[in-house]
Nanobody
Framework: QVRLLESGGASVQAGESLTLSCVVPDTRWNMAWFHQAPGKEREGVDRIDGDGSMVYSDTVKGRFTLSKNNRPNTFQLHMNNVKTEDSGIYTC????????????WGQGTQVNVSS
């Protein structure tokens, strides 16, 4: 059973920065971060595809970046200049089959951004 583990969720103020981490079995996998705002459906935020290319949603482009560290096997989401609408549950997913479809998921970590 493959389990992904997120961490780093916190309560911050608008304009601040925050980094989320996701431990995965293999950083060669393609992976993504998803965001679910209160009362809304989960949506893809950004992802690293198998060829190494990165895709960012328009809502976070220029503010969020992805990185990975091989020791330990961690993907990180660097959130800069956060906004209140960035609040919600962030979930990492890995081992995708194309687009925003993934086999393995984490439990999510909560981010609260206050004005």
């Amino acid at each position: 059973q493959v389990r992904l583990l997120e961490s780093g969720g916190a309560s911050v103020q608008a304009g601040e920065s925050l980094t989320l981490s996701c431990v995965v079995p293999d950083t060669r996998w393609n992976m993504a971060w998803f965001h679910q705002a209160p009362g809304k459906e989960r949506e893809g935020v950004d992802r690293i595809d198998g060829d190494g290319s990165m895709v960012y949603s328009d809502t976070v482009k220029g503010r969020f970046t992805l990185s990975k560290n091989n020791r330990p096997n961690t993907f990180q989401l660097h959130m800069n200049n956060v906004k209140t609408e960035d609040s919600g549950i962030y979930t990492c997913a890995a081992f995708g089959s194309g687009g925003w479809n993934y086999r393995y998921w984490g439990q999510g970590t909560q981010v609260n951004v206050s004005s």
